[in-house]
């Protein structure tokens, strides 16, 4: 396989990071290739390695990435059997896929057991659940190119967004996540389901599109529904057997079905191009399976201008859009305290600053911001192009970032109808910097 030129450049710097730390983490967006990196660096390498996966999907994909390999000296393994037979390998360098889950018992235990190997962790979001950073189980975290930088240079498609949300305060958290159960009780209605279709005939009609649901019955409930209405969809699940999920795939990839409804098996490692959208029927509170299941659509394919997402779950006013570039860390601190900011604080819907949840009166503006909804229902019509929201947020930006004299500010109030004094402010703000 030949590697893209930013691919090339990384397995470089990986190599230099190596001269000097024994454990490196590697970011690179879902759908930049962090497959072809590591299974090229496996067989360019002429240590004994141990090539870590927590899911049968995964293993299948390396192990057909790395083609006709030697695997007297490469072997890939499922943590879960690894864990119980670590005496059976003599590793000297471990690479670790979705390596966001590393400081989890059975991935720390296999990094205890082999602690004088080298270790090369691969994810597209180094961030966890819990809260825990990646500190503890790597020296160093290497970034390749960002998801921005990936889009610009045509390796990943442009995304519309289009969202609504929930009030789920009442859903109560187990494991760091909503409880799938009571999501179900709540997500799994026909009007929801049916305003879901109808947002997708209006924004995504007849594109192959991904839908997460939340369980198996879910799934099955959605499915059903677009079927009976005429369109062609599946579902599958960890029930199927891998002929059954083979099959179901490969229905999808050649256009055989519409629509695939997935519970919990192709978030990770899940590669069809020609996937245009995905419907978000899941809320989740993990950033990782969000960015996870929309990167679904990312990837770019002939005649493919941008991905559809369909956010009926709310998840990108929890956790942005999944085109947005995040600052990455490895610290315990940081991520805990990046966790709390964000529950504490909400933006105005006038000047779009960010305020105290506790405060009704925008100190910026003065704006009076009226409470959220307590629901917003899932109809076509009200779902919200995030887009476009953004867009106009960096535009007001840029104009603050060219205001240089008080004169700029004052003149920026007035457009905006904000009072003298709001200029005023930012003018002193803005000396003080």
């Not at 190119?145 to 610009?152: C, D, G, K, V």
């Not at 924004?203 to 839908?211: D, F, G, L």
């Amino acid at each position: 396989m030949k590697l893209r030129p930013y691919q090339n450049s990384s397995i470089n710097t990986l190599r230099n990071a190596f001269r000097t730390n024994k454990r490196v983490l590697f970011v690179l967006p879902t759908g930049g290739g962090k497959t072809a990196i590591f299974t090229y660096i496996a067989n360019s390498s002429n240590k004994n390695i141990l090539i870590l996966a927590h899911r049968k999907e995964l293993i299948e994909q390396i192990t057909e990435r790395l083609g006709n390999y030697d695997t007297n000296r490469i072997k890939v393994g499922m943590v879960q059997t690894v864990v119980k037979n670590l005496d059976k390998y003599n590793s000297e360098f471990i690479i670790m896929d979705e390596a966001h889950h590393a400081v989890a018992g059975s991935w720390e235990k296999i990094m205890n057991a082999y602690n004088k190997a080298y270790v090369l962790g691969v994810t597209a979001t180094p961030c966890r659940l819990d809260g825990k950073g990646l500190a503890n189980a790597f020296d160093c975290m290497v970034e390749g190119p960002t998801i921005t930088n990936l889009i610009n240079e045509g390796y990943l498609c442009k995304a519309k967004t289009y969202a609504s949300a929930h009030d789920l305060s009442k859903i109560k958290t187990v494991a760091g996540d909503y409880n799938k159960s009571q999501l179900a009780d709540y997500f799994n209605k026909s009007k929801i389901t049916g305003d879901a279709i109808e947002a997708w005939r209006n924004y995504a009609y007849e594109k192959q599109t991904i839908v997460f649901c939340i369980n198996i019955e879910h799934a099955i409930s959605v499915s059903a529904l677009f079927n009976a209405l005429g369109y062609k969809s599946e579902v599958i699940s960890s029930k199927n057997g891998k002929d059954e999920r083979d099959k179901i795939i490969s229905n999808f990839r050649n256009g055989i079905t519409t629509l695939l409804i997935s519970v919990d098996i192709i978030s990770e490692g899940f590669d069809v191009p020609s996937c245009e959208a995905v419907i978000l029927l899941r809320p989740t509170k993990s950033l990782a399976l969000y960015m996870q299941q929309v990167g679904r659509a990312l990837r770019t394919s002939p005649g493919k201008s941008h991905a559809i997402i369909l956010d009926h779950a709310g998840n990108c006013f929890r956790h942005g859009l999944a085109t947005e570039e995040r600052e990455w860390e490895l610290t315990h601190n940081k991520v805990k305290a990046a966790q709390q900011q964000k529950w504490q604080l909400r933006q105005c819907e006038n000047c779009f600053a960010i305020i105290s949840n506790v405060v009704d009166k925008c100190p910026e503006c003065g704006n009076i911001n009226k409470p959220a909804p307590k629901e917003m229902k899932l109809v076509a019509g009200e779902l919200i192009e995030v887009d476009k929201i953004i867009e106009f947020k960096k535009q007001l930006k840029r104009e603050e970032w060219n205001a240089k004299t008080l004169n700029d500010w004052q003149m920026i109030a007035k457009k905006r109808g904000y009072n003298e004094g709001w200029a005023f402010i930012r003018y002193q703000q803005r000396l003080k910097r």
